[in-house]
């Protein structure tokens, strides 16, 4: 079972910066395409970035510009650079994994459902 967990949410000003961070445990794979997803009360799940083992990346285009997706693959870590927060960033943040050995779709998907593994989240909040 594959076990992604958050860390690294908390309250910031608007204008200011996080970093997420995913690791994932349990029994891992070599490759994935990893994603994150945020999800405002009342509203629904959304993609934020996402990107495989080997690098591509895809950003909504809310975020596009301001966050940055990353990895280190030898600590099977997913993180998220956030930069000038607004509170329309407030959200929930999850983390999701799918383990693949190819590319089964290009660029990288930010459809909540092709994820089978998720983390509990970690709440970011932006105040004006």
């Known amino acids: 079972q594959v076990q992604p967990v958050e860390s690294g949410g908390g309250s910031v000003q608007a204008g200011g910066s996080l970093r997420l961070s995913c690791v994932v445990s349990?029994?891992?794979?070599?490759?994935?395409?990893m994603a994150w997803f945020r999800q405002a009360p009342g509203k629904e799940r959304e993609g934020v970035a996402s990107?495989?083992?080997?690098?591509?990346?895809t950003y909504a285009s809310s975020v596009k510009g301001r966050f940055i997706i990353s990895q280190d693959n030898a600590k099977n870590t997913l993180y998220l650079q956030m930069n000038s927060l607004n509170p329309d960033d407030t959200a929930m943040y999850f983390c999701?994994?799918?383990?693949?050995?190819?590319?089964?779709?290009?660029?990288?998907?930010?459809?909540?459902?092709?994820?089978?593994?998720w983390g509990q989240g970690t709440q970011v909040t932006v105040s004006s």
């Open positions: 999701a994994a799918y383990p693949t050995s190819w590319k089964p779709w290009t660029p990288p998907p930010l459809a909540s459902a092709l994820f089978p593994y």
């Open positions: 349990g029994n891992t794979y070599s490759r994935y395409c």
């Open positions: 990107m495989y083992s080997d690098g591509d990346t």
